[in-house]
């Protein structure tokens, strides 16, 4: 004879089910119709309530044994972290910003800053800390930024782009909020985190690769100087030519670069290389000198800075120095996390290493 007993869903609607006398009843694992708890967690992952929170905070204070226990409880619970009630607990949020002081042009438009938010990705992944973007390239949109980041809504903040004139390391310093620099910047405040490339030496390198290949009159298209990044590449284009300076000032953008190239080709014709503080400002320099009849290396030889993807694509593919961008998002990442946790770093300025890609521009 069946035997009926009743099973209550999750719904709440109630089916009844027989089984037959002869019939093995086998158990299987039924998760708990309430929603699972931390303390649930962590006592089907046999560690103590405190290790299971470390995990979910992202926590490298937890051995790697224990942090597969408690993410295989969470999976195996269907467990989901109340977020409301963690913030309230911990005053979190489990949100940082970047934030850059840049147009929409220029984000959207440019390799680099995808270079970087790529980096920066692969580095929040593995943590639980939820990413979100602003541009902050005029007084309003600063404005609109600053009320947002001091006002509890993020833990901390990645700042890119920076120009002379910003406030935001300043405003963010005062108010006690988390944050690292993209780049180094002008006067560094003892408290300050940052990441950068050396740009110095890799402008150096590239003049100096130019020097070796023959090239006299070497100008250069420098990017703008209200950013530590434009004068520290003009630095190292200084350090190398030692007097006799060709220097035009672009904006980092193609067409920057080819009304800079122009410029440079009226007050000194006879030039034989350039150095560009971008790819991009390369690319447009060398549309320039192509306008002007000049071929590149024949006439002219061309060395870029970043190894962007266009300087696979201009014709000949371009010379250029290697900066490792989505290693300095990533970096710029890990510093911010380790501000938010408290965590000892070993070293609050980060300098990554330059070379030289040679192609066939030089």
């Known amino acids: 004879m069946d035997q009926p007993y009743s099973v209550r869903t999750r719904t709440g609607q109630t089916h009844d089910v027989r089984l037959e006398n002869n019939a093995p009843m086998t158990r299987q694992p039924v998760r708990s119709a309430g929603r699972p708890t931390l303390d649930a967690v962590a006592a089907r992952a046999g560690v103590g309530r405190g290790t299971a929170s470390r995990v979910l905070n992202g926590s490298s204070q937890v051995s790697p044994q224990a942090k ?70 005029s007084p309003e949109q600063r404005e609109r930024v600053v009320n947002h980041l001091t006002g509890h809504h993020v833990d901390g903040v990645l700042l890119l782009s920076l120009h002379d004139e910003d406030p935001l390391p300043g405003i963010l310093r005062d108010r006690g909020m988390p944050f690292v620099l993209g780049g180094r910047p002008v006067d560094p405040h003892p408290e300050d985190f940052f990441v950068d490339v050396d740009n110095v030496s890799g402008a150096r390198q590239a003049v100096e690769f130019l020097q070796a290949n023959g090239a006299s009159r070497i100008a250069t298209v420098a990017g703008p100087q209200d950013m530590e990044v434009g004068r520290g590449r003009l630095a190292g284009y200084r350090a190398a030519v030692r007097g006799g300076e060709l220097i035009e000032v672009g904006d980092f953008s193609e067409e920057g670069g080819a009304s800079a190239m122009r410029a440079l080709l009226d007050r000194e014709p006879g030039l034989d290389a350039v150095f560009a503080a971008s790819d991009l400002m390369a690319s447009g320099a060398m549309r320039a000198l192509r306008d002007a009849g000049r071929l590149v290396p024949q006439d002219v030889q061309v060395v870029g800075f970043e190894d962007a993807p266009v300087a696979r694509q201009t014709q000949p593919p371009l010379t250029t120095v290697h900066q490792p961008v989505e290693d300095m998002g990533r970096r710029m990442a890990e510093l911010l996390v380790s501000r938010i946790r408290r965590e000892p770093v070993e070293n609050s300025h980060v300098l990554l290493d330059t070379h030289l890609v040679r192609r066939g521009t030089a």
Do not use: C
């Open 68 to 137: 597969a226990a408690v993410e295989a409880a969470i999976v195996e619970l269907g467990y989901v972290p109340n977020r409301a009630a963690r913030s309230l607990v911990t005053q979190r949020t489990d949100s940082v910003a970047l934030v850059v002081s840049e147009s929409q042009e220029r984000l959207f438009g440019e390799p680099f800053f995808a270079g970087v938010l790529r980096g920066i990705n692969s580095a929040l992944m593995e943590t639980p800390l939820q990413l979100w973007l602003a541009m902050a390239a």
